[in-house]
């Protein structure tokens, strides 16, 4: 005989009395240092990410899995450096690590090559920091462990 037992009502478990704690995402950011790189670091540690900054010469693809990065930020200003480390990263890697391009307007042949090299999504370098909100929005879609609960 089976016995169905009364189920408690859902609002105890309401989200707010028991949060989902994420796991903090970590961030490679691999861009030669420009004007915008100290506002886009600040907001997005402001922001709960954990953000290692390296210059594109260092070995990113040792870095990325040292660090277990979740994501690599990268830019387009020395397109041939950027075109090489994502064929390095999707190539070598042992994990799908998401990669995001930082463009600016006028780049689109580039980030047309970036795209079908193997990155998964694009950003146009915020001018402002209104448009900061945006990108952690997009790293947030791109990086589903940050759905894990933490350990």
């Known amino acids: 005989m089976i016995v169905i037992q009364p189920v408690e009502p859902l609002s105890r478990f309401n989200p707010v009395n028991y949060p989902i704690k994420a796991k903090q995402m970590t961030i490679l950011f691999a861009q030669n240092h420009t004007g915008n790189t100290p506002?886009?670091?600040?907001h997005l540690q402001n922001d709960g990410f954990i953000v290692i900054f390296l210059d594109k010469n260092v070995d990113t693809l040792q870095q990325a899995q040292m660090q277990?990065?979740?994501i690599i930020i990268t830019d387009l200003l020395s397109a041939k450096a950027t075109f090489s480390l994502i064929s390095l990263v999707r190539n070598k890697c042992?994990?799908?690590?998401?990669?995001?391009?930082l463009c600016d307007a006028g780049q689109e042949n580039l980030l047309q090559e970036a795209l079908d090299l193997g990155a998964d999504d694009y950003f146009c370098q915020p001018e402002k920091s209104e448009k900061l909100k945006e990108l952690s929005l997009r790293?947030?879609?791109?990086?589903p462990s940050r759905l894990k609960a933490a350990v």
Not at 94 to 101: H, T, V, W
Request: overall charge positive; proline content about 5%; glycine content about 0%.
């Open 94 to 101: 042992k994990r799908k690590i998401p990669i995001l391009i």
């Open 68 to 70: 277990h990065a979740d």
């Open 139 to 143: 790293i947030n879609l791109l990086t």
């Open 39 to 42: 506002l886009i670091t600040n």
